[in-house]
């Protein structure tokens, strides 16, 4: 994949600046985006039009055949001649030495750029200027490509096969004074959360998190869970695998119940589903992720549940976001919620309201979309039903 980076070509015009200068490794989304190369130690990348790596010799070879880079250097062409031995990390002086080369006196760096980095460039002569808080290959990330589409649509395929076995495992539980069993011992969130993690790794997917939240759990919105599942209360089942080849995530949220959760849970997942649809069908280009937002809370509002739009200091209703950007980040840009800017075709979005309440439990349905040139399209196929029978 071959990114459009016409916007940061403007934002170094804008700056005034020589070239764009990242210092991480791939576990940062932006540094993973713009080099196109996997490491897990910090490597630099610079950007001038064409985009250059300096990685240690122990990354070099890998670096020249499997990043997108124009250019590969490591860091023993740059170092100079008083250097110590090579190691992982390379010198500020190297740095400078390797900017020096490519005609770069002046650099565009992300708001979280290692303060070190950009003190030691300093010192070194190179002018380095901090973006603001949103930056630019944040921006640039939020609009994907249709094989970046591709990547979350298998990602989210891969998570609703393994939301199935989350069914499946609470279809077969039996009841037993009030708690879930399973093959003859207690069904966990723990259990759960593992056959979901072992269910995405023979699929070549990784989880760093899953949540798996009953009863009053599940009215914290990122309570992982913990304990025995039992019978009558809302299970919140949220999974967001990375594919380990592709590094895009999917985002997928359902609510279970085993056996009558009775009528004001009930009345709660009707609403958060009509919630949701009314969110669906505001998403259209040039609508605003604020206003999708809006039309959720106007459900929610209008059927006397509490949201933070009515009242910023709620502890329970609907007291999180209507969604976010997915995508190398499970949460990245564009916000749907309050403040949320204009959606754009290629934008890739979840939609996920929810109600909480200690007293009561939780309740929270989610699905991703992309934004298209006419509406949405799901890339969700995974039914909507509250009691597992």
């Keep these: 994949m071959d990114p459009d980076l016409s916007q940061l070509d403007e934002a170094l015009d804008s700056a ?16 993973r985006y713009l080099s196109g190369f996997d490491a897990p130690d910090p490597f630099y990348t610079l950007y001038d039009g064409d985009t250059h790596l300096l990685v240690s010799s122990l990354e070099y070879g890998r670096a020249r055949t499997e990043s997108r880079a124009d250019t590969v250097a490591r860091h023993a062409a740059y170092e100079p001649d008083d250097a110590d031995a090579e190691g992982r990390a390379a010198s500020i002086p190297t740095l400078a030495a390797f900017l020096d080369a490519h005609d770069v006196n002046s650099v565009l760096v992300p708001p979280r750029c290692p303060v070190g980095t950009a003190d030691g460039l300093r010192e070194q002569g190179v002018a380095v200027t901090a973006e ?82 009953c009863g009053a759990d599940a009215a914290d919105p990122h309570d992982r869970g913990s304990g025995p599942l039992r019978a009558g209360e809302p299970i919140i089942v949220d999974v967001f695998p990375r594919d380990k080849a592709s590094n895009y995530h999917g985002d997928l949220t359902r609510t279970f119940t085993k056996g ?24 259209e280009p040039g609508t605003t992720g604020a206003a999708v937002h809006d039309a959720v809370c106007d ?59 200690p007293a009561v439990g939780g309740v929270r ?25």
């Design 16 to 31: 005034g600046v020589d070239g764009y200068l990242l210092d991480a490794a791939s576990t940062d989304a932006d540094q």
């Design 132 to 213: 603001e808080a949103r930056g630019t290959l944040t921006e640039i990330r939020a609009t994907k490509t249709g094989e970046e589409i591709e990547h979350v649509r298998d990602a989210q395929a891969a998570n609703e096969r393994a939301m199935a076995r989350t069914e499946e495992l609470i279809r077969e539980a039996t009841v037993e004074d009030g708690l879930l069993h399973h093959e003859g011992a207690v069904l966990t969130s723990e259990r759960v959360a593992t056959a979901i993690e072992i269910a995405l790794l023979r699929e070549g997917y990784a989880l760093e998190e899953t949540i798996v939240a």
């Design 260 to 283: 009558d959760p009775g009528e004001r849970v009930r009345e709660w997942y009707d609403l958060t589903h009509e919630a949701q649809r009314a969110a669906l069908d505001a998403i």
């Design 299 to 357: 459900v929610y509002e209008d059927a006397g549940e509490p949201t933070l739009r009515d009242d910023p200091e709620a502890e329970t209703g609907f007291i999180h976001g209507t969604g976010h950007g997915v995508g190398l980040d499970v949460h990245e840009l564009p916000s749907v919620s309050a403040g949320g800017r204009e959606l754009e075709p290629g934008h890739v979005i979840t939609v996920e309201p929810g109600l909480y309440d």
């Design 365 to 389: 349905i989610e699905d991703l979309v992309v934004v298209t040139a006419d509406g949405y399209e799901s890339l969700t196929d995974y039914p909507k039903a509250l009691v597992v029978e």
